[in-house]
């Protein structure tokens, strides 16, 4: 089971709020996940990023891989350093 850190989209529509959550790859964006780890709210200035760092730092240490929005929010939160390519 490959696992990935990832966001699930809640909320009304054009009013998105997001959980980032750990789920089964195979599983669709909205359906099962395995734990929620935070939450994303693009509507706030600036959009409000919670995050709790040490479930998400355990999680990649046992393999999940985060997708690319996921990552840029695990970033900003700083749960993975940045690195400069």
Same mark, same amino acid.
């Given at each position: 089971?490959?696992?990935? !850190? ?68 695990? !970033?900003?939160?700083?749960? !993975? ?5």
């Amino acid at each position: 089971m490959a696992l990935k !850190i990832r966001l699930t989209r809640l909320g009304d529509k054009k009013a998105p709020f997001y959980r980032v959550v750990v789920a089964d790859s195979r599983s669709p964006r909205d359906g099962k996940f395995v734990e929620v780890i935070g939450t994303y709210n693009p509507l706030t200035d600036p959009a409000e990023i919670k995050i709790d760092n040490e479930k998400a730092a355990q999680w990649l240490k046992n393999g999940a891989q985060p997708t690319e929005t996921a990552k840029e929010l695990l !970033i900003k939160s700083g749960v !993975i350093e940045r690195t400069t390519k």
